[in-house]
């Protein structure tokens, strides 16, 4: 019996509909396992650059501080995506958050529910067992260092940086992580090009026997990004840099069937923030179609990593399973075979889980 | 009737093997058409390291400066791979080869041959149909700037940069190929991100309207990743920057069933490099089963695109086919169907291909 503060940043697009829905699973775990909520929200993003000006108000930031976890919708709007010289983005927010909270590894677990085993483009016998946790390092790499124009505005230019504190801190948890799994850890950079890579490679090669219980390997990004199709099986944890870990993470949604079923954790010294991996997805924002299920997971991560609540974390998961052994899909899982009438919008699925809890 | 000079450069490890079979595939084309090609050959990579101390002697890029064309291996080897910090790297000889011969575009194209629609992790009903040609920015980015330490080695730095002149040449090398394909452009950036791609975008943005037969879309890297692997016949003529391309090239490659099938042509303004998109694979260098397939379509590309020999590397191609079709297959695109004797080694193959010419 534990009372929590939750703050929740919807963001923009979509985010609004999906932590909608993961809150409701938050209220019923509650009143179920006989803990309090308190709940507040705030704004980042695009929503909050047009209340504010500022895509991560002060206000926003003072709660994330004070939350005992944050989940977190997205962010972003094709506004800005067709404007590249704007000067102040809604992805700006999710950067200084990130930045600001300290949240240095983004663990992002990749398991297929064995019921969406043939929603994917990848072939069943090739998907059928994989499950995968990602370390993706958060707040360093191109992502941070400086960038600008030179030449008149004629060249542009980003600097990649990682000191060997930020590459053994991410490592560490990689390390610990794959020791209560199967025991593999791949790091993977592309240290046959890049310093900050050769910098990567280094610090694992010099804590790994820190770790004799756990087998590395070192990947390429490039070879990575083939064998996650080819072969994803092959995969325990991976631990890997802040772009490479976005592109990665992104490539292996296909591996759980659909990037509306991915959660991540953004964990760091203080507040965590649980958010799915999917964006603010502005085509669909509205028209209450939305997976939500990304979210739910998310919350379930939270009730997990923030609270130490594995029971309730589990009963989420389990909910979920469940509803999708029923047959009940969002349409970004449906495929042919499915019924009519089993295709659920945003909040008949949110509707679904808590029923099943 | 011309005559031709080639220059074959096979580098590391199965660069040798596949280099071969591109070559014997290349006199063939010259006999039964009528053409002399003449041959030289140089060091390039740990060959060269080992030879000369350096990964590209002078006396190669010499004759590749004078040569009509180069048929190019693979460069790299697990010792360095495994030593982070020496300073002399074969991939050095391959990115200063790119560099000094103006090799600015590298084109990759992605197209699976019928009889491999089982061959790959992805269900054939996803990849029927799909066609990609990429070209990837060869010459610029993080490859390419400065790069290093400081804090006494404890931080390490990658520059990237772009100028508008580069991303403007290869942007226009792209629209002109999908001209001639069907008319869709997709440009990938990360430009909520990072600034080279905020340029990147602007360029892209800023020509498209003398193109307007052609249909461009922006895409972000990860939704890319993405999208590969989710609808591959969603992308038409696909233009990105060196680390991106580097990353969903090969990613691409499970489109077309395995990266041995996969042939790439790099062009600039002086002479242009043919080569396999796969690498050096130690793993079974000297086991004469590396496919030979990337390197002998690598020559029909050289024909078609430095000889303007369109027939001849038309011939090469239906070659291919007719070996497919006949069901020989090297390993790496055998499947549990493929009977034991159809499954050949390297030579095997190129013989196959050979008997067909
Ligand atoms: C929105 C964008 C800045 C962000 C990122 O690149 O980190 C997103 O893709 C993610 O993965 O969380
Ligand atoms: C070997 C390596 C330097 C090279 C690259 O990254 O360009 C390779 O992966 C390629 O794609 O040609």
Not at 63 to 68: G, N, S, T
Request: charged share 25%; net charge negative; with cysteine.
């Amino acid at each position: 019996m534990a009372t929590k503060h939750i703050l929740i940043v919807p963001g923009d697009g979509i985010g609004q509909e999906v932590t909608a829905e993961g809150k409701k699973i938050l209220d019923r775990i509650a009143a179920k396992f006989g803990h309090t909520f308190t709940y507040d929200d705030a704004l980042v993003g695009h929503a909050a650059i047009e209340a504010t000006g500022d895509p991560l108000p002060a206000v926003t930031l003072e709660k994330m501080h004070k939350a005992d976890a944050v989940l977190f919708g997205a962010v972003g709007h094709p506004k800005y995506d067709n404007d590249p010289s704007a000067k102040v983005r809604p992805e700006q927010g999710l950067l200084k958050m990130r930045k600001e909270l300290g949240l240095y590894a983004n663990l992002r677990p990749i398991k297929l529910f064995d019921e969406l085993l043939e929603a994917s483009s990848i072939k069943p016998e090739i998907l059928r067992g994989a499950d995968i946790l990602f370390f993706r390092e958060l707040t360093g790499d191109i992502y941070f260092g400086e960038k600008g124009r030179k030449n008149n505005g004629d060249t542009a230019f980003d600097i990649a940086e990682y000191s060997r504190f930020e590459v053994e801190r991410i490592a560490r948890k990689a390390f610990e992580a794959a020791r209560t799994r199967r025991k593999k850890l791949c790091s993977v950079d592309k240290a046959n090009v890049i310093e900050t890579s050769r910098l990567w490679r280094e610090v694992i090669q010099k804590i790994a026997p820190e770790y004799p219980d756990v087998e590395v390997e070192h990947q390429f990004v490039d070879a990575t990004a083939m064998l996650l199709i080819k072969d994803p099986k092959r995969f325990d944890v991976v631990v890997t840099a802040n772009l490479f870990g976005d592109i990665l993470t992104d490539e292996a949604s296909q591996i759980a069937g659909s990037m509306g079923m991915l959660a991540s954790a953004s964990i760091g010294d203080g507040t965590c923030v649980y958010e799915p991996i999917h964006g603010s997805a502005h085509d669909i924002t509205g028209k209450g179609v939305a997976n939500p299920l990304a979210s739910i997971l998310s919350a379930a991560l939270l009730l997990d990593i923030s609270f130490g609540m594995k029971a309730e974390s589990e009963a989420v998961i389990e909910a979920v399973d469940k509803v999708l052994k029923a047959g009940f899909r969002t349409g970004d899982i449906a495929d042919a075979k499915t019924p009519k009438d089993k295709i659920l919008g945003t909040a008949a699925m949110g509707d679904q889980v808590l029923a099943q809890l």
